[in-house]
């Protein structure tokens, strides 16, 4: 079948893979909409020759949550950023509202915010992803007892999205109140978001201070509360070491000192990235090599200080690539869920290169939020790319369903429908939405259909 393009870039039977390479599929065409009329007339297109349609933004997820075998579709040029609209009453520190492009990526978005004098209130740990991508996976950073909430979705204020019937929608709290809960983390399931409008405020910098500490420590300064006292809080824990990088960002002056350059070089770049690069294939060469490797890795990244503009601190350069699975945990649970992954590690004997990532968040009320209603631990596991994940992400999916663990949707897991409407009080209510808007499942994949039952 030959599907004719409105915009004349569409290409055919072209392999797609994610960052990491855990999913991947051959989609019947590629389109590259230059605007939403464009959008409109694909959609409706896809939905009368019978093709499912998917959205993608940087191909980020681990997930095959982005995956078709129909029409996928790439908002890159929908990647405007309007004049931001000072708000009558700021919402707390949130001053300004901004609607943006679906497709820009977060560190555009960054740049021109700044040029405004505007930042968003939290970001993940990288900026490659676009807003669509990334609020429609639940995409989060790490919170702390003065800080915002941790996730992106929740910085949402209206979307606008092309739905099934092809007409162009918006969404708020005020207007069409359910797609809004449902589209501001959607999964890419109720549409193609074409325009995303956020809360923002006034520029602001973070002072980082990054120490090892005694794991012991770190998490009894979390269980009473201290760790968490400030605005972002998150710790690594190297397996096979007793030790944790603990790293908290909170909010200072403007005119504070700036980052020493060659420190966040060594830091950043030599070890996090080119010899973080070499380690994973010694460590695949040799695995037994794996448990020394952790021990040095985790002494040689010493104190530091600095402060830098909230997203530069916020985020980092991850050019190792790695597999990855997160479960959002109830925040008690956390010491629990991190001495069973130790136990399982010693009594199998499995070598893991990477830290276990810690992230923190307040409950929120985003429908298929990780955090929604339950103040939250994240913890995240990663492995090498090359190396085979299975054995360890299973037996970490096995120890969290113990403390109802809710898979990052953007993250590798097996979970299905039955348990995460177990999961998610508001399972049911999204399912409803997405049946109104797209009864005939045109935005639908296999990940999908495993998640949501349909
Ligand atoms: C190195 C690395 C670091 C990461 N760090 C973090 C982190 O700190 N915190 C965290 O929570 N996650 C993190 N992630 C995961 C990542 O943020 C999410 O998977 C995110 O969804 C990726 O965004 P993307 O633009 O690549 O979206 P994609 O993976 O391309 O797509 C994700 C979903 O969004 C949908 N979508 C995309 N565009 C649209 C649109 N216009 N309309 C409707 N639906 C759309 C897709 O259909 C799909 O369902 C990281 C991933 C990597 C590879």
Redesign the pocket.
């Known amino acids: 079948m030959v599907f004719s393009s409105p915009t004349g870039d569409a290409a055919r039977q072209q392999p797609w893979t994610t ?2 390479g855990s999913a991947s599929c051959t989609p019947a065409h590629r389109f590259a909409p230059r605007s939403v009329g464009d959008v409109v007339r694909v959609v409706r297109r896809a939905r009368e020759v019978g093709r499912t349609v ?8 681990f997930s095959p ?2 995956t078709t075998d129909g029409v996928m579709l790439s ?1 890159d040029a929908l990647d405007h950023v309007d004049q931001p609209v000072r708000l009558a009453s700021p919402e707390g520190r949130v001053t300004h509202e901004v609607r943006v492009g ?2 820009i990526r977060l560190h555009a978005l960054n740049d021109a915010l700044a040029a405004h004098g505007l930042a968003l209130s939290n970001l ?3 900026d490659r ?2 807003i ?3 609020i ?6 790490t919170g702390g007892d003065a800080g915002t909430g941790a996730g992106l979705a929740a910085q949402v204020r209206a979307v606008e999205l092309v739905v099934a019937d092809g007409s162009v929608v918006r969404a708020s709290r005020d207007e069409n109140p359910d797609l809004f809960e449902a589209a501001r983390l959607g ?2 399931a109720l549409g ?2 074409v325009s995303v409008t956020l809360g923002a405020e006034p520029a602001y910098v973070l002072q980082a201070r990054e120490e090892p500490w005694p794991l012991e420590r770190a998490l009894g300064a979390v269980a009473d509360g201290s760790f968490l006292a400030g605005d972002h809080a998150e710790l690594y824990w190297f397996p096979h070491t007793r030790t944790a990088l603990t790293k908290r960002n909170d909010r200072r002056a403007l005119d504070d000192a700036p980052l020493d350059p060659l420190r966040g070089w060594v830091d950043d770049e030599l070890l996090s990235n080119g010899v973080f690069e070499l380690t994973n294939r010694l460590a695949r060469a040799v695995p037994g090599s794996i448990p020394t490797i952790n021990r040095v890795s985790s002494r040689a990244l010493g104190a530091r200080r600095f402060t830098a503009p909230s997203h530069e601190v916020f985020v980092s350069r ?1 050019r190792v690539r790695f597999v990855e699975s997160e479960w959002a945990v109830p925040l008690e649970a956390v010491a629990d869920v991190l001495r069973d992954v130790e136990d399982w590690l010693a009594r199998t004997g499995e070598l893991v290169s990477f830290p276990v990532e810690v992230r923190f968040a307040r409950a929120d009320d985003v429908w298929l939020s990780t955090s929604h209603g339950r103040a939250t631990a994240y913890v995240a596991v990663h492995q090498y790319w090359r190396t085979d994940p299975t054995r360890y992400f299973t037996a970490v999916q096995e120890i969290v369903a113990a403390y109802d663990g809710r898979p ?1 949707w ?2 590798m897991h097996t979970l299905g429908a039955e348990r995460l409407r177990e999961l998610y009080p508001r399972f049911d209510d999204f399912v409803a939405v997405r049946d109104a808007v797209d009864p005939d499942g045109v935005f639908t994949n296999g990940y999908l259909e495993r998640v949501l039952g349909r």
């Open positions: 960052w990491g998917r959205a993608v933004g940087a191909g980020h997820s949550v982005a908002l679906a497709g993940g740990d990288i992803q676009s669509a991508g990334a429609s996976t639940g995409t989060h950073g999964l890419g193609v978001l991850r990052h953007g993250k």
